[in-house]
């Protein structure tokens, strides 16, 4: 439970700053020819931040039975979570990599 509560804010923190590189687009902070520094510090942490998440989640999911013994739940109670709380999760990692895919143009 610590652990998904722990992902769940890390992911939140991961939105947020999705979020602010998107505004900083709109605002013609970040455009082909032009990047502000603020703009590319936030990017650099995006990037960071991606990197982090993507490892958070293989941490979170248990693929072997020494790691549901080490991490105290199988990956099967990590989807009965995940039913539990509608996979919102899921759906706001999805979504962020639709944002993402938008940035990229």
Known sequence: AAAYRAYR???????????KVQDDVSQGK??????AASARARLM???RGTVQLAQATL???PTTVP???ERGYSKFQLGAVLVRDGFDQYH???DGAAQ???LQR
């Open 30 to 35: 970040i455009n082909a020819d032009f990047v």
């Open 45 to 47: 942490e995006l990037q």
């Open 59 to 61: 941490d979170l999911t």
């Open 100 to 102: 993402l895919h938008d």
């Open 9 to 19: 804010q890390r992911r939140t923190r991961w939105t947020t700053l999705l979020h």
């Open 67 to 69: 790691l549901e013994r």
């Open 92 to 94: 706001a990692l999805a």
